[in-house]
């Protein structure tokens, strides 16, 4: 199964958290640096089309910033899934390929109960929605909760589970 991570970290030199997941993951995942890609925003869409067509597991990671994704992800979407083609009237490139959101959110206060009065799961929904529009298999996100404050222990074994995570799906 190919699997590519498309990574979308603004300040990805300064992520302790994105840095440790992506150095975690080992061949034959293809990890892609999409700022560093396309700094200036300019998406070159064939190249990213004809590289979602040759993945099995999608992996959008990515820190969660106001309770949503980087300006990029968003830009990505909105340039790369068009109609015809990842959607809509003979748009099924993607139909049957995994989908898995890796996300940190730098606080750890997401629940009904909490400061952010949703879970990380209902503000992922614009994603999950995504998903069902253009055919992908939706799987359980991997989430760093807390980012801004993890150990150096829990982000060694967070890692370690990123690396391994959904092998067996």
């Not at 064939?46 to 980087?70: C, G, H, N």
């Not at 979407?77 to 809509?88: H, I, K, M, R, S």
């Not at 989908?99 to 009065?117: C, E, M, T």
């Amino acid at each position: 199964m190919q699997t590519t991570v498309f990574l979308f970290h603004p300040h990805f030199e300064e992520s302790r958290v994105n840095h440790t997941l992506a150095d975690a993951l080992d061949e034959p995942v293809t990890v892609r640096n999409l700022y560093q890609l396309y700094p200036d925003f300019k998406i070159d869409v064939p190249t990213e089309q004809k590289v979602l067509a040759q993945t099995d597991r999608i992996v959008l990671q990515f820190p969660m910033y106001w309770y949503s994704t980087p300006a990029l992800l968003k830009q990505w979407e909105d340039d790369v899934l068009t109609y015809g083609w990842a959607y809509g009237t003979n748009g099924n490139a993607l139909h049957g390929k995994e989908l898995l959101i890796a996300v940190s959110p730098g606080a750890d206060n997401y629940g009904k109960d909490q400061f952010a009065r949703y879970t990380i799961t209902k503000l992922l929904r614009p994603l999950q929605a995504t998903s069902r529009l253009i055919g992908t298999n939706y799987l359980k996100p991997f989430v760093t909760i807390g980012a801004s404050m993890i150990s150096d222990d829990a982000l060694a074994q967070q890692a370690q589970r990123y690396a391994t995570y959904g092998v067996d799906f």
